[in-house]
């Protein structure tokens, strides 16, 4: 099975940009497919994104689409988020994940999480 540790949330303000990484180690990074999710304060976890291991395919919740862009470097290891434009509503402690079996569903594999708070 898989590891995951994600880094590189912070506190940011409102519009500003950050770079979530998630190092994979263990079985071989390149069989899974791999998303972002996020909880924030009070709130059900929620699907950020998620990308295919085949072709590479992102998919993206509404509410991030045109801000964030997932990606992932087989050669590295690890997957990327990089959000753009932020909102206070952003707030949340955001995990990756893998799946074997899809790009939007079946995660069963989690990394600790790492807050990203955005100020207004």
């Known amino acids: 099975q898989v590891q995951l540790v994600e880094s590189g949330g912070g506190l940011v303000q409102a519009g500003g940009s950050l770079r979530l990484s998630c190092a994979a180690s263990g079985r071989s990074f390149s069989s899974y497919n791999m998303g972002w999710f996020r909880r924030a304060p009070g709130k059900e976890r929620e699907f950020v994104a998620g990308?295919?291991?085949?072709?590479?395919?992102?998919h993206y919740a509404d509410s991030v689409k045109g801000r964030f862009s997932i990606s992932r470097d087989n050669a590295k290891n690890t997957m990327y988020l990089q959000m753009n434009s932020l909102k206070p509503e952003d707030t949340a402690v955001y995990y990756c994940?893998?799946?074997?079996?899809?790009?939007?569903?079946?995660?069963?594999?989690w990394g600790q999480g790492t807050q990203v708070t955005v100020s207004s």
């Open positions: 990308i295919r291991r085949s072709d590479g395919s992102t």
């Open positions: 994940a893998a799946s074997a079996v899809g790009y939007t569903f079946g995660y069963n594999t």
